[in-house]
């Protein structure tokens, strides 16, 4: 079946460090893929997405790009900020039927300043 | 424009008991979808609703069981409440667009606690 596998947690950094979350998937087809963030004391929230290969999705300074040949979907951003602090998830979805995401077990970061 | 609600935010309950989670959708959403978030995991999809039926399950037993109500808002049944049953439970809502987008709005959960 489908799946997603996370970087390993927690990952701490440093206020306008480079950040990589990686995110690797299994899966049948050619998924939609996400990243979804966690903010302390709110509700998941779409970060960005890419719906086949080559795409490159972007939000709030943060990219990450559809790697068919590598099944990957890396989360990057060049400057950290003390805000970004929260629980990544990456997920996949095949756009058929229900509005069924399959995500990682998400990754906690934390920036100091 | 008013985001998705959940209610109760915590309970707890003992095994073999029943529980309902009830969820408002954001306005002008029509689908609603429930996941479970065991601790340290990510959500884990159990099912769809869309004009009041289930169009999509999870690999969730039968004693998980829904609804959908006619505004659209709607409940989390689970039966037989089990100790693996304990979990944030997610409602998630969007708005029907003749696909899955994936783009769904997430309310803050509800954490059960069987005991």
């Known amino acids: 079946g489908d799946s997603v596998t996370q970087m390993e947690g927690p990952v701490t950094l440093s206020e306008e460090a480079f950040l990589t979350i990686n995110c690797t998937y299994t899966a049948t087809g050619y998924p939609s893929l996400f990243w979804y963030v966690q903010y302390p004391g709110e509700g998941l929230q779409l970060l960005l997405k890419?719906?086949?290969?080559?795409d490159k999705g972007s939000n709030k300074g943060f990219e990450a790009t559809y790697r068919k040949e590598t099944t990957s979907f890396h989360l990057e951003k060049g400057s950290v900020q003390v805000s970004d602090s929260a629980v990544y998830f990456c997920?996949?979805?095949?756009?058929?039927?229900?509005?069924?995401?399959?995500f990682g077990q998400g990754t906690r970061l934390t920036i100091n300043p | 424009e008013t985001g998705v609600t959940q209610s109760p935010t915590h309970l707890i309950k003992t095994r073999g008991q029943q529980v309902t989670l009830r969820c408002s959708s954001q306005?002008?959403?029509?689908?609603v979808s429930w996941y479970q978030q065991a601790l340290g995991q990510g959500p884990q999809f159990i099912f769809q609703?869309?004009?009041?039926?289930?169009?999509g399950r999870g690999n969730f037993p039968p004693r998980f069981s829904g609804l959908q109500f006619p505004n659209y808002s709607s409940e989390l049944n689970v039966n037989a409440l089990e100790l693996d049953d304990s979990a944030l439970y997610l409602c998630?809502?969007?708005?029907?667009?003749?696909?899955?987008?994936?783009?769904?709005?997430f309310g803050e959960g509800s954490r059960l606690t069987v005991l």
């Open positions: 306005s002008g959403h029509n689908t």
């Open positions: 609703y869309y004009r009041e039926e289930e169009n």
């Open positions: 998630a809502s969007s708005p029907h667009s003749g696909g899955a987008t994936g783009e769904l709005f």
């Open positions: 890419a719906t086949k290969a080559d």
């Open positions: 997920a996949l979805l095949h756009a058929q039927g229900a509005q069924k995401l399959v």
